[in-house]
C-alpha cells in the first residue's frame, strides 16, 4: 500500500513537470518564434538588368525573396529597368565570362535559387559576334552550372532556354519534344546551354530546369527587337517625329506572350518537387505583319504607308514559323499566360507615347 502511494506521488510529480515545460516551451515558442520562420529565401538572378531580369525581381521581392542581382561591369552604368525596385536589392559584380567571380558571388551569398537570364540575347547580332555569342550564351552556363557544383550543389538552377532552339520547323505545335534545329549561331549556343543543364542534372544529380520560352515582350523590351521597335516607331510617326519604320521580313511568324507572365513559370518551376524541363508559351502564333498592323491601327495610321522593307534587317538564315503547346506548364506547374495578343500590343503602345511626351 504504501509503495503504491509513493509510485502514484511520483507519478503526479512527473506529470507536474512534464506540464510546467510545455507551459515553458509553448510561452518561448510564442514570445520567441523560431528563427527559420522568418528567414528570407535568397534567390541570384543572373541578367538582372534585361527585361525578364527586371519582371523576376519584382515577382520574387513581392514573394519576400531577398533579391541579389548580378551585374556586369560598364562603363556607363544601366540600371534603368530596376531603378524603381534597387533600394531592395543587393547588386553585386560579376560576369559570365569569369568563372571566378561566380564562385566568389555564390560563396558570399549562398543564394538557395539562382535564374540563369543573362545572355548575348539578339539573334541577329549572333551572326557578327559569333565566338562572344557561343562564349556568353553557350560556355556562360557551364560556368554557372560548374560554379553551383563546386560552392553549393542544392542550388535550385533555372536556364533561360529558348523557342529559337527549334529553329527550322519540324513540327507544329512546339512541345518539350520537338526535334532542335537552330537556325543561328544564338540558336546554337542556346542549345548547348539546354543540354548542359540536362547534363549536369543527370551527371550531379543538380535541381536544373531549362524553360524553352518563346518570345516574350514588354515595354521594357530592348529597343532593337521587333516589338518593341514597331512600338516606338508607331509612337514616334504618331508624334511626328519620324515618317517611316524600316524592317526585315514581315512573314516571320512569334508565339508572343507577356514578359511579366513568364517570369512566373520560371519561379514555378524551382518550386516543384522535382527538375524538369518546359516549354513556355501563349499557343498562338501572329506575323510581323500582324503586330505591325494593330499597333498602327491603335493609333488610327496604316501600316502600309509607314513601312519599308529594308534588306540590313534580314536574317541569313530565318525561322519562319514558331508557336508553342504550354500544355506540360500547364499541367505540372499550373501555369498560363494571362495577357491576351491585342493587349500586349496596345500597351506597348500606349507606353512608348507615353515615354516620348514625357522627353518632349
Ligand atoms: P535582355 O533584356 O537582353 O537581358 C540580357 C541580360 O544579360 C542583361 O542584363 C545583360 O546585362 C546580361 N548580360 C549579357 N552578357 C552578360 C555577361 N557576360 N555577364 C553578365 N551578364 C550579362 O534579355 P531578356 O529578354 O531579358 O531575356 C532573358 C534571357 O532569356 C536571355 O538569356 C534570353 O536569351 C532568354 N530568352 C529570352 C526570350 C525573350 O523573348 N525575351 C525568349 C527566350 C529566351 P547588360 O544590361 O549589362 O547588357
Ligand atoms: O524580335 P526579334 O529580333 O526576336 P527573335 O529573333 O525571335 O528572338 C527573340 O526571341 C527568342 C525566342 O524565340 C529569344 F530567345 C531571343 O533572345 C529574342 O528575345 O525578331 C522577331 C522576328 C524575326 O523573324 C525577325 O527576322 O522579327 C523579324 N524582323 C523583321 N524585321 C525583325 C525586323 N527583327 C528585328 N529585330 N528587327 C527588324 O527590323
Redesign the pocket.
Known sequence: MRASLAGDEWHQRQHSTVRTLLCVYLFVRLTHPIKENFVKKRALI????????SYLAELLLSKGYEVIG???R?STI?FERIKHIQDRLTLVT????DEVSLINLLREHRPQELY???????VQTSWAQPVFTGE??AL?VTRVLDAVRIVDPSIRFYQ?????MFGKVQAVPQIESTPFYPRSP?GVA?LYGHWITVNYRESYQLFACSG??????SP???LE?VTRKIAHGVARIKLGLDSELRLGTLDAQRDWGF?GDYVEAMWLMLQQAQPDDYVVATGETHAVREFCELAFGHVGLDYREYVVMDERFMRPAEVDLLIGDPAKARAQLGWQPKTPFPDLVRSMVDADLKLLKEQQ
Do not use: P, W
Open positions: 543572373t541578367g538582372i538588368t534585361g527585361q525578364d531580369g548580378m551585374v556586369r560598364t544601366n560579376g560576369d559570365l565570362l540563369n537570364l543573362a545572355a548575348q540575347s539578339f556568353t550564351t556562360g533561360a532556354s529558348s523557342s529559337e544564338y542556346k524553352i520560352l518563346f518570345n516574350h515582350e521594357r523590351r530592348g527587337f514578359a
